[in-house]
């Protein structure tokens, strides 16, 4: 092979581990950004393993192709990532800003190895600018609080306090003492934006769930639609029964997996099915989308009473 041909491939080589590097990079940033959140305990091993698994795939790869500098920040990491990796011990605050400090380290590796610059932003704002934070038992005697000032009313109809709640008392038994404000406010942020979007595409759905039970219920059968329609629908309503898992919504959830059952057995056996029956699932749909609106209702009305006996994240 030429000294051309070498370099040539060398720099091919160079260039597959930048996009690689990029997208380890992504998704160690998102595992750590969630892992900061006090996740349960299941959820917290696989973040902390996707951030090892990650570390150490650009380690190994920087090492094939004598990257030495990417190599050892890479590898020097894996400490780090395990101070964070076991839910039971105490992690502080330092832990994390650690670990996000030896992420620095390593993009600016990359970027003296590739002449590629590799963004770090999240990473020197966590070292630079230490977020606001607020004392843990504080952050749970303002929780407990509002559930007190709220409980006799019944004011909430969500379990998103009580979610909260549980993972501020599981910050306490770990030994946390302090908070990440921001951390806090994104969690509300990204709930609000989850739940929306499952009422979104309810209500995109909705339409079609009522045409193709009108023509079940018109012809009584489901000979008289086509076979990729009925499919199609079961497919849809599967795929809604997992959006209304997903954000914890449980009797949009129910009401998705009966009607899958059903719409199931319509499509694969022919049943014949009187009219009031399908009256009965067209009013329920109904009944169900109000539900899930007033759902979401309950969830914007929580998010400002916490968001509102919360301090400012700066």
């Known amino acids: 092979m030429s000294v051309e041909t070498e370099d040539a491939f060398q720099k091919e080589l160079v260039e597959l581990f930048v996009q690689e590097a990029q997208e380890w990079l992504q998704q160690i940033h998102v595992a750590l950004d969630e892992l900061q ?11 902390a393993q996707t951030i090892k698994v990650g570390v150490t795939n650009l380690g190994g790869s920087a090492a094939t192709l004598n990257l030495s500098d990417v190599e050892r920040a890479s590898f020097s990491a894996l400490p780090f990532v395990e101070a964070v990796q076991d839910p039971s011990a105490q992690i502080s605050t330092d832990d994390f800003i650690a670990l996000c400090k030896q992420l620095g380290h390593i993009h600016g590796a990359l970027t003296r ?3 590629v610059t590799f963004e770090a932003d999240d990473v020197s704002a966590s070292s630079e600018d230490p977020p606001t934070m607020i004392p843990t038992k504080e952050f749970l005697t303002l929780l407990r609080g509002l559930q007190d000032q709220y409980i ?13 709640l549980a993972q501020a008392e599981g910050l306490m038994e770990r030994g946390v003492e302090q908070c990440n404000m921001s951390s806090i406010h994104e969690f509300l942020e990204r709930s609000a934006e989850e ?12 339409p079609h769930l009522m045409a193709i039970i009108q023509t079940l219920k ?11 329609d009925l499919q199609n629908t079961v497919e849809r309503v599967a795929q809604l029964w997992s959006a209304a898992q997903q954000v914890n919504a449980s009797h949009a959830m129910l ?5 899958h059952s059903f719409l199931t057995i319509v499509t694969q056996h022919h049943v014949v099915v009187g009219a009031t ?4 699932i067209q009013s329920r749909l109904d009944q169900s989308l109000k539900g899930i609106e007033e759902w979401a209702a309950n969830g914007r009305m929580e998010r400002v009473a ?3 006996v919360l301090p400012c994240a700066s």
């Open 255 to 259: 009401f998705f997996m009966g009607l």
């Open 113 to 115: 190895a590739t002449g």
């Open 152 to 164: 006799s009313s019944n004011a909430f109809h969500r379990n998103l306090l009580q979610t909260m």
């Open 37 to 47: 959140q006090s996740p349960p305990s299941e959820r917290h091993h696989a973040l």
């Open 218 to 228: 018109t012809s009584g059968n489901a000979l008289s639609a086509p076979s990729s």
């Open 306 to 308: 916490i968001q509102r």
């Open 195 to 206: 739940e929306q979007g499952f009422l979104d595409v309810v209500q995109q759905e909705l």
């Open 277 to 280: 029956r399908y009256d009965a």
